[in-house]
């Protein structure tokens, strides 16, 4: 425990005795008591403060004469170019600090809470500002070891981003509505922004009526979700394939290196139970393959070419 030197006031007692404590206690330190003027010193100009303290390591020692054992006393002092609030036990055999304040000069290097702290009031309990210039304003999170993170602002207008030692995920607006993960640099990203529409599927490469599916679709970031209510159409006489024309799923929702499959489902092919597959082309084509029971292989053109056919619902996600 660091050793520090405290002058002790007594509720109700004057200056003068606050004086005389001083001067039997032999702290090394001057009182300089002057009438209070009526405004408040500037604050780089304390000489006309009502008391100065000066020593190697000022400080008063609180006590409160009517609280429990061991829950009385409370400091304040200055040391080691560092200023300190805390408490102590009776016998002072046991301090804590609860602020630390280091500094440089006129520069505050840091302040140190201990325990937990609670913030109560307006619903902007708490303002970061940046001061250094690096345009950023975080909380810290450091374990003294390796595992050390951020939340905070960064280069880029508009982005909160959550960092560790190796590396950074940034949410930002980009300037608009659109929600983004990036880089915190802002070079590399990635739109997070929900989207949804619904479109139909026509299937013309089938039957004699070209059934058609309402589609409903969900996007967010490169992940999209299909949902496809059932189908029927009548063919007669027609093809053995079962798809649409390329331009029936829009371009923003379309798989972009390679096609998508989805898991099987039922169908119905000209009266008899099959197990179905949809394949979403990278231009857009939506094809319905035919999985066979025995070979266990799926294929676009393996329906028979007259009679109904029916599609269950269905639903495909993949990634872009």
Not at 35 to 59: E, F, Q, W
Not at 130 to 153: L, M, P, R, V, W
Not at 253 to 277: E, L
């Amino acid at each position: 425990m660091r050793a520090r030197h405290f002058v002790s006031f007594v509720a109700g007692a004057g200056l003068a005795v606050a004086a005389a404590a001083f001067a039997q206690s032999g702290y090394p330190t001057r009182i300089i008591a002057q009438t209070l003027l009526a405004r408040a010193p500037a604050a780089a100009d304390l000489s006309t403060a009502p008391v100065t303290l000066s020593s190697t390591r000022p400080g008063f020692l609180f006590t409160e004469t009517d609280g429990a054992a061991d829950n009385r006393s409370w400091y304040a002092v200055a040391g080691s170019e560092s200023f300190f609030l805390g408490l102590r036990n009776d016998d002072a055999s046991v301090a804590a600090d609860f602020l630390t304040v280091t500094r440089t000069g006129t520069t505050v290097d840091a302040i140190e809470l201990a325990g937990k702290v609670t913030v109560n009031g307006d619903a902007q309990v708490l303002t970061l500002n940046e001061t250094d210039g690096a345009n950023h304003t975080s909380i810290k999170f450091d374990d003294a070891g390796a595992n050390q993170g951020y939340i905070g602002t960064e280069n880029a207008a508009g982005q909160l981003c959550v960092g560790t030692a190796a590396g950074d995920m940034c949410l930002r607006t980009n300037g608009g509505s659109a929600l983004r993960v990036s880089t915190d640099d802002g070079n590399s990203s990635v739109d997070m922004t929900p989207s949804s529409g619904t479109f139909t599927a026509t299937y013309t490469n089938a039957c004699t009526t070209s059934p058609t599916q309402s589609i409903r679709w969900y996007k967010i970031g490169s992940v999209v979700t299909m949902t496809a209510a059932a189908a029927t159409g009548n063919c007669t006489a027609d093809t053995t394939t079962f798809d649409t024309d390329s331009t029936d799923v829009p371009a923003a929702i379309r798989p972009t290196t390679s096609a998508a499959y989805s898991a099987g489902f039922g169908a119905n092919n000209n009266g008899t139970s099959v197990t179905a597959m949809i394949e979403i082309a990278t231009n857009g084509e939506i094809i319905v393959n035919r999985c066979g029971a025995v070979t266990g292989t799926c294929d676009g053109g393996a329906w028979t070419g007259s009679g109904n056919r029916a599609l269950d619902a269905w639903t495909i996600s993949y990634v872009q």
